[in-house]
């Protein structure tokens, strides 16, 4: 796989602490919903640990993007709410930036990917954003971001590498510490790295022995190489049925937090994802999208061994189009 490197070995110290993500969920108190954490005896026996599921695919918007969507929005002054925010993303930023500024009455600009789900491209108009489709192989999303920025005069809220995003995000990890105590291991699903580190300043503050690890789909493993040789990592865009993880680098915010709070970064295979989302269904009764099962397919899978321990285990997401699911399970 080819990849450009860019050195961040001088990389500054991670500029958040736990204390942006207790602001944070301040902010979202009352408004993004408490997920359920939920258990499973078949899990355990499966794996030989004790698992514990923070179930983010029954957050609002159905991902924990909202989290993050809303604690931006929220820190905005007055006047840039007024002219509004343009963002970028496969469907779950999107969706939760949407949403986030229905509910703050905030203008919204999305701009998506043209084979992006159409449930999700359909639930962002339906929040009152305006959708602007593109090329996701031959067209750059952050230059279609900054040129509507600068031309409508909007306020870019990026999708993971943003400060207030990060903590917004870490509000789940902190819920799921404050349900169940301390844990053994955590493992969260990484694409740009906003739920890991966020996640990642929470597991630190609230358990301290906490091995937490990031799980990336292994066609689009540039986290894994990122964290390897220690600078970004720049791939192709991934083909992977995780769609929410075809990213291509993770964050210049995201990165130096990962590299100095997580243990490692794990890959699991489509055919893990597929395997993990009917065993919810099966299972747990719940749905979960491809990308969403990133954490538990590792567990699940003894990517990581996991016997004996207290795991967390964060679901991302949930929006995944009932005929693909049909289709996955079926297969």
Do not use: W
């Not at 986030?100 to 043209?114: D, F, K, R």
């Not at 962002?124 to 090329?135: A, I, M, N, S």
């Not at 893990?272 to 491809?290: G, H, N, T």
């Amino acid at each position: 796989m080819s990849a450009q490197t860019q050195d961040h070995s001088h990389a500054p110290s991670p500029a958040l602490i736990y204390d942006d993500v207790v602001a944070a969920a301040g902010r979202i108190e009352g408004i993004a919903h408490r997920t359920p954490v939920l258990t499973s005896r078949t899990a355990d026996a499966r794996t030989g640990a004790t698992l514990f599921f923070k179930a983010e695919n029954l957050q609002r918007g159905g991902a924990f993007k909202f989290r993050g969507a809303y604690n931006a929005i929220a820190r905005l002054p007055e006047d840039a709410k007024r002219r509004g925010v343009v963002a970028f993303s496969s469907g779950n930023h999107a969706q939760a930036i949407a949403y986030a500024g229905q509910l703050q009455n905030v203008p919204t600009v999305i701009i998506m990917p043209q084979d992006a789900p159409a449930m999700k491209v359909a639930a962002t108009k339906g929040y009152g954003g305006e959708v602007v489709l593109f090329d996701r192989y031959t067209e750059d999303r952050e230059a279609i971001g900054r040129r509507l920025s600068a031309e409508r005069g909007l306020t870019l809220i990026p999708p993971y590498d943003h400060d207030d995003v990060i903590a917004g995000q870490g509000t789940a990890a902190k819920e799921l510490f404050e349900e169940v105590g301390p844990l053994d291991m955590l493992f969260v699903c990484l694409g740009g790295g906003g739920l890991l580190a966020g996640s990642a300043l929470a597991a630190k503050a609230l358990s301290p022995e906490c091995r937490v690890f990031g799980v990336e789909p292994e066609a689009g493993n540039d986290g894994q190489q990122s964290f390897r040789t220690g600078s970004i990592v720049r791939i192709p865009v991934p083909s992977t049925i995780a769609d929410g993880a075809q990213t291509t680098y993770l964050g210049s915010k995201t990165f130096p937090i990962i590299r100095s709070l997580v243990e490692d970064i794990v890959t699991v295979s489509d055919a893990m994802l597929v395997d993990a989302m009917r065993f919810f269904v099966e299972r747990m009764k719940i749905v979960v999208e491809p990308t969403g099962c990133l954490s538990s397919a590792a567990v699940l899978n003894g990517v990581v061994p996991c016997a004996g321990k207290r795991v967390g285990i964060i679901i991302s997401g949930g929006n995944v189009d009932p005929k693909a699911l049909a289709g996955f399970l079926a297969g």
